[in-house]
C-alpha cells in the first residue's frame, strides 16, 4: 500500500506461491475495502484500515480471477474460464449471478456510474453490456448488447463520467483502436486507430479528454479530446507495455504500470475549476515522486 500523502509504502498481505500470484485488485467505492484476485480461483477482501483479512470468496471461478468491478456491495468478478460472476459479500452464499457468454478469458470489467450496466470484455474480442434489470440467475445469457467489431482482445473499457450512455474500449495488438459506443442503442458511434495496442482507457473527470495506454512500439501514454480524438499530449518513458492505469481520486493524476516493473505518476489531466481558486495548503501529494520501482 502507497500512501500519495507521505509516500510511505507498507505490506499489506503476502500471497504464497500455491495459490498465487495476485492477478487482479480493485478498490470497493468506499476506499478502504480492497478485493485481490488469485491464480487460483480465489478472491480475498481485505480491510486496508484495519490490516486484517474479512473473508475469502471461494467457488466463483475454476481458474485465476484476472478482472474484478465493485457496484457497491456487489463484487463482480471474471475469470479465465470465461465467466462472470456477481458476489454479495455481505451474506455467506456470495453467489447470486453467473453469466456464462465469453469463450475465453474475461480480461475487463467495468460497471456504469449509475450501477445499472455492466461491461464485459474478453479475450474472444467480444463485448458485452449487461442490464441489472434484465439479468438474473434464470438467464445467464440475457444482454443487452454484444458488440463484436474489435479483432483483438478487449482489456480496456471505461464508461464516459459526463455522459451516462457513453463507453470506450480498447482493442489489442491485432486491433489498435478505440471504439465509443451508445450503450442505449448498441451503436458504434466511432473508431480511431491508434496505430498500437489499446492497454488501458481513462476518462478525465475534469475535462472532455480520454487518455490511453499502449503497447509495441513506444509504450506510451496518449491524452486526446474528444470527440474528435486530436492528439493533445504523448508521455513517453515506459520501456515495456502500459498495462494498467489508476487516477488518483480529485482526478488530476495518473498512476501507469508497466511490464517493465515500474510504476510511474503522471499530472495528466488539469486541476478541477474549484481547485484552481483555492488556496493552496498542503504541498501537492506527487510533486516529490515520479516513479516507483
Not at 112 to 127: I, M, P, R, Y
Not at 240 to 252: F, K, N, T
Request: glycine share 8%; proline share 3%; aromatic share 8%.
Amino acid at each position: 500500500m502507497w500512501d500519495a500523502s507521505d509516500s510511505y509504502t507498507s505490506k499489506l498481505v503476502t500471497v504464497d506461491d500455491e495459490n498465487g500470484p495476485v492477478t487482479s485488485v480493485n478498490w470497493a467505492p468506499d476506499g478502504r475495502h480492497i478485493a485481490i484476485g488469485l491464480n487460483n480461483s480465489e478472491v480475498l477482501l481485505w480491510d486496508s484500515t484495519a490490516n486484517r483479512q474479512l473473508r475469502t470468496l471461494r467457488g466463483c471461478h475454476r481458474s485465476r480471477v484476472g478482472s474484478m468491478a465493485w457496484n457497491n456491495h456487489i463484487l463482480t468478478t471474471g475469470g479465465m474460464d470465461g465467466q462472470i460472476v456477481n458476489n454479495d459479500v455481505r451474506i455467506r452464499s456470495h453467489v447470486v449471478e453467473t453469466y456464462r457468454v465469453h469463450q475465453q478469458e474475461v480480461c475487463g470489467l467495468k460497471w456504469s456510474a449509475s450501477g445499472q450496466q455492466l461491461a464485459s470484455g474478453g479475450n474472444d474480442n467480444v463485448v458485452h453490456i449487461w442490464d441489472r434489470s434484465m439479468a438474473s440467475s434464470n438467464s445467464p445469457t440475457q444482454w443487452l448488447h454484444r458488440l463484436e467489431e474489435h479483432i483483438s482482445a478487449v482489456k480496456a473499457l471505461p464508461w464516459c463520467p459526463f455522459q451516462s450512455n457513453l463507453l470506450a474500449t480498447g482493442g489489442g495488438g491485432g486491433d489498435r483502436t478505440i471504439k465509443f459506443w451508445n450503450t442505449q442503442t448498441g451503436a458504434c458511434l466511432n473508431s480511431v486507430d491508434t496505430g498500437s495496442q489499446v492497454c488501458s482507457l481513462l476518462w478525465s473527470k475534469n475535462e472532455r479528454e480520454l487518455l490511453s495506454s499502449h503497447g509495441f512500439t513506444q509504450n506510451q501514454l496518449t491524452l486526446g479530446k474528444y470527440p474528435s480524438m486530436v492528439k493533445m499530449a504523448e508521455l513517453t518513458g515506459h520501456t515495456s507495455r502500459v498495462l494498467y492505469m489508476a487516477q488518483s481520486p480529485d482526478g488530476c493524476t495518473v498512476a501507469s504500470a508497466a511490464g517493465d516493473e515500474t510504476l510511474r505518476f503522471w499530472n495528466v489531466f488539469g486541476v478541477p475549476e474549484v481547485a484552481k481558486t483555492a488556496p493552496k495548503v498542503n504541498r501537492e501529494p506527487f510533486s516529490q515522486l515520479n516513479r516507483i520501482r
